[in-house]
């Protein structure tokens, strides 16, 4: 159980790591235009720009970066659909 928790944290850091440490010097304000979501689907505690795109249902959700993407290939669509609830633009 110790061990199932600290692989799980482990696999946490090794996320955030990858997600957060890139930064995106371009500065358009309005680069989260049009997609469904206003923070990244795979880690919304990130908080980084949108700077890659999928078709997903009709219309487009936004990744923080490509390795965000590849994650969210790997889901189904429920899974999906789940994640980007989470993140889903205040109307
Ligand atoms: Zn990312």
Known sequence: MQ???LALSLLASAALL???AHT???GHS???AGL???RCPMQPACNQKLATTTDFQG???GFCCGGCLAEWNT???AQRAERLAAVKKQE
């Open 24 to 26: 995106h010097s371009h």
């Open 3 to 5: 061990r199932k928790l």
């Open 30 to 32: 309005h680069a989260n």
């Open 75 to 77: 889901l189904d669509d």
């Open 36 to 38: 469904l979501n206003a």
């Open 18 to 20: 990858i997600g957060c």
């Open 59 to 61: 219309g487009k959700v």
